[in-house]
């Protein structure tokens, strides 16, 4: 089964930058559509973004769009979350997730894996 790994998380200043990597040992994550989520304490999980398995298109929610990067690294098995101006509000453990098809539709609505999440602390 697809074992999702989570990494690069940590305490970053306000107005820093972290980047999350998302990697899989035994599969091949290039047709897959990767998503990132974030889960706040005492909130529920909300979508951050998302990249197609079926080219490159990316999709963002309004909240971090402009502040928020999500990309492949074939080569390595990897997908990557780079986050710039980050805000006490960025807090929360993030996860990445697969959904089979690689459609970019279904990437944050029908997630068929999921990751065990890292730990994002943006505070002073």
């Known amino acids: 089964q697809l074992q999702l790994v989570e990494s690069g998380g940590g305490l970053v200043q306000p107005g820093g930058s972290l980047r999350l990597s998302c990697t899989a040992s035994g599969y091949t994550l290039d047709k897959y559509a990767i998503g990132w989520f974030r889960q706040a304490p005492g909130r529920r999980r909300e979508g951050v973004g998302c990249i197609s398995g079926q080219d490159t298109t990316t999709s963002y929610a309004d909240s971090v769009k402009g502040r928020f990067t999500i990309s492949r690294d074939n080569a390595k098995n990897t997908i990557y979350l780079q986050m710039d101006s980050l805000q006490a509000e960025d807090t929360g453990i993030y996860y990445c997730?697969?959904?089979?098809?690689?459609?970019?539709?279904?990437?944050?609505?029908?997630?068929?894996?999921w990751g065990r999440g890292t730990q994002v602390t943006v505070s002073s």
């Open positions: 997730s697969a959904e089979t098809t690689g459609w970019i539709g279904a990437c944050l609505a029908a997630v068929d894996y």
